[in-house]
């Protein structure tokens, strides 16, 4: 095999200094997004139930 494909390899896809980088923020995203998600659903909900808790007079 060729040094030339290895050279090739790494213009083909173009990997730079700032790609680690994109890689953490992208998974960073990824892990944290479901976390929002669900602080979302139980303020929403939370807010639901006291709503809820003051038309039964609780």
């Known amino acids: 095999m060729s040094p030339a494909y290895a050279v090739d390899s790494y213009r083909y896809a173009h990997v730079t200094i ?9 998974l960073l995203v990824l892990i944290l997004l479901p976390f929002l998600v669900m602080a979302i659903l ?7 139930k006291d709503l809820e808790d003051d038309e039964h007079g609780r």
Request: aromatic share 38%; net charge positive.
């Open 18 to 26: 700032e790609t680690p980088w994109l890689i953490f923020i992208f």
């Open 42 to 48: 139980y303020w929403k909900n939370a807010f639901r």
